[in-house]
């Protein structure tokens, strides 16, 4: 059981998407870990672009990755918008 970093109720890890800080051009950014695999402090978020609003409104991005900077979305939010696209 994990909990979700956007509405925060508890849910399988199965259900839910692990993120990790992660650097692109713009510097450092929330990247979606789909495999659980990276290296790293995470954070578990459900697969749905509310659950990121959420998360993103309350700050906990940054909060549960303990970065000391702001996270860039972007690459989790493309990531996101590609999920429900398929769906």
Known sequence: MR?????????????????????SDDGPAVVPDPRGTAPGRGAHLHPTLECFDLATRRRAFVRALRARTGLAGAPLEEYLRGLEQQT
């Open 3 to 23: 909990t979700c970093v956007g509405c925060r109720t508890r849910a399988p890890k199965q259900e839910l998407l692990r993120v990790v800080a992660g650097g």
